[in-house]
Nanobody, 119 residues
């Protein structure tokens, strides 16, 4: 019912920057929190950053001061600006959207986009 379409992944050298985008459709008017998660080889999916529809943000300690999450509610789009990228940032990045329905919150995921940071 909710579809998330990601873009912006790719290859970048250490110290460089990338901007990820994720557009939500199909029931997007009911989405509350959106965010970005990442999964590196051999690791579990981990939180990168989240943002509510009122603008409150939350960041993983490893990206604080380097990454910025933002949201355009009119476009139902969430962004992740990644600066000062490090090789350890290499992972598949997943867009997330949470949709409340009654007392239940349904969690939706994008297909993932690869971010590779070379040393």
């Amino acid at each position: 019912q909710v579809q998330l379409v990601e873009s912006g992944g790719g290859l970048v050298q250490a110290g460089g920057s990338l901007r990820l985008s994720c557009a939500a459709s199909g029931g997007s008017s009911s989405i509350n929190v959106m965010g970005w998660y990442r999964q590196a080889p051999g690791k579990q999916r981990a939180l990168v950053a989240t943002i509510t529809n009122s603008g409150s943000t939350n960041y993983a300690d490893s990206v604080k001061g380097r990454f910025t999450i933002s949201r355009d509610n009119a476009k139902n789009t969430v962004y992740l600006r990644m600066n000062s990228l490090r090789p350890e940032d290499t992972a598949v990045y997943y867009c997330n959207a949470d949709r409340p329905l009654g007392t239940t919150i349904y969690r939706y995921w994008g297909q993932g986009t690869q971010v590779t940071v070379s040393s």
